[in-house]
């Protein structure tokens, strides 16, 4: 981690702001196994049925299951619909 | 997400196929020109799926380029498309519209008028009424000043305290409130008499004014002079007309006579079970599997079933369920004292309704006797009531 990036949390940390916007941190949130929504996100790398995987700031995430829908992509946020089996911070 | 869909509709979208081997950076660049895209489905290997709205579909073909796929119109959905449609079909347009036309003015007339709350006033009359004035059925809802109308039939019949007429789709409910009877008030310079206005046995006489001709003890039956408002005496050469008035407190009889049987007949049901369905369509009734009823002695409960549109609005058809329920008759001997304890419950409450509020209870005499399998009750309630009414005296 870079230098300004560990003043940058240090500084969260003691004012308590939350680090998704400080940090520039993708922030994932899901609902149960139906809906999974990203937002942050740098960029769509791969998309099928069964996988689509999301560049973000803290790497690659990579969802997987069926039926996969891109329900909504706009420049900060992605909401995928179908059923997901599995999410993933890859390198 | 359905405001959004509503403004996706209205503002109109349609649905590409994106074909091309690297559709991610498609995917990219329309993040990145802004464009929206939704709802995007992978149909295979090489072509996806969206939703654009119509602005980015203009904006598509740059990003399609530099992704370099094809993007294929599939489908086009939403307001502006559809009423590009109907521009063309002005007859189904002039349809529509017809046919709404018709309902609201179909809906705009009174089919049925109904009176509710009259129990003196003749529905005859009023309804004639009404029909002078302009409401009834056939007549156009939006044409007839409610208000007026009441007021109007308060005018026309003085027995009513208050009338409501509310218009309830093709209904028009009449609701009215008569005037409580107010007993005849004559007026304190009218000469009167005061009469009975039941039979009883006197038990004491107030007269305020005029001569009491009754006494105490004395029977009268209803219609009786109780006090005269004609008064003679010696020296006055002619009667003098008073306006008689006074309280005539009577001993009155109210009497009940009821009897019931002590052995009840109970029907026990034997679990067997029958059911019989009917269809109901308007006047028309059309028997659903119908077999006779394989038992003699059976009790019947009906019960009906109609669909119900909304609300009280209801569809002409009626289901009509009867279950049969076969039964055993048992004989069951009622305990006497339990019997007279329910004759007398129920003669006491009806007579009460008879008893006026001001009336003082002064003595019940209850008589039981039995023939052979029926118990014969007698209730007779002893009140002291005032029995005086006015009456003018027409010379």
């Known amino acids: 981690m870079k230098k300004s990036e560990e003043i940058k949390k240090s500084i969260a940390d003691i004012l308590e702001l939350p680090q998704d916007i400080i940090l520039d941190l993708p922030k994932v949130t899901m609902v149960g196994n139906l809906q999974i929504y990203i937002e942050n996100h740098k960029g769509i790398l791969e998309y099928t049925n069964s996988r689509i995987r999301i560049y973000t700031k803290s790497g690659i995430l990579r969802v997987t299951g069926k039926n996969l829908l891109l329900k909504n992509i706009v420049v900060e946020e992605i909401v995928i619909v179908g059923e997901i089996n599995e999410v993933e911070f890859m390198d | ?395």
């Open chain 2, 1 to 395: 997400m359905l405001i959004l869909r509503l403004w996706n509709y209205m503002r109109g979208y349609v649905i590409i196929r994106i074909e091309g081997l690297y559709l991610e950076k498609f995917i990219n660049h329309c993040i990145e020109k802004g464009i929206y895209l939704w709802d995007i489905k992978r149909l295979n290997y090489t072509t996806l799926e969206a939703s654009i709205g119509i602005k980015g579909f203009k904006s598509l073909r740059r990003v399609s380029k530099k992704a370099g796929c094809k993007v294929y119109l599939s489908e086009k959905n939403g307001y502006p498309f559809w009423a590009h449609k109907v521009k063309k079909r002005k007859m189904l347009l002039l349809g529509a519209l017809f046919s709404l036309v018709l309902i609201i003015t179909a809906t705009s007339f009174i089919y049925n008028v109904e009176l509710v709350g009259n129990y003196r006033v003749e529905e005859e009359k009023i309804i004639t009424y009404l029909e002078e004035v302009g409401l009834k059925p056939g007549s156009n809802r939006y044409f007839i000043d409610l208000r007026k109308v009441e007021n109007l039939l308060m005018m026309e019949f003085h027995e009513l305290a208050w009338v409501g007429i509310e218009i309830k789709g093709m209904y028009a409910k009449i609701e009215i409130v008569e005037k409580a009877e107010t007993p005849e008030k004559l007026e304190k310079d009218i000469p009167c008499d005061v009469v009975a206005t039941k039979s009883g046995v006197i038990e004491s006489v107030i007269a305020r004014n005029g001569d009491a001709i009754v006494k105490k003890g004395d029977i009268v039956t209803e219609g009786d002079l109780l006090i005269t408002g004609i008064v003679s005496r010696e020296h006055l050469e002619n009667p003098m007309y008073v306006h008689a008035y006074g309280e005539v407190y009577a001993k009155t009889y109210y009497e009940i006579n009821k009897s019931m049987s002590l052995v009840e007949i109970k029907k026990h049901k034997t679990g067997e079970q029958y059911i019989r369905r009917t269809m109901k369509l308007g006047q028309l009734q059309l028997a659903l599997g119908g077999n006779e009823v394989p038992f003699s002695n059976y009790v019947v409960e009906k019960s009906n079933k109609t669909p119900a549109l909304w609300r009280n609005i209801k569809l002409p058809v009626e289901i009509i369920v009867e279950t049969y329920d076969e039964v055993v008759d048992v004989e069951e001997v009622i305990d006497i004292q339990e019997a007279k304890e329910k004759i007398h419950q129920e003669a006491v409450l009806e007579l009460m309704d008879q008893i006026p509020i001001e009336g003082e209870i002064t003595n019940t005499k209850v008589d039981f006797n039995q023939e052979g399998k029926v118990l014969n009750g007698k209730i007779i309630i002893e009140v002291i009531e005032d029995i005086a009414k006015q009456k003018q005296i027409y010379n």
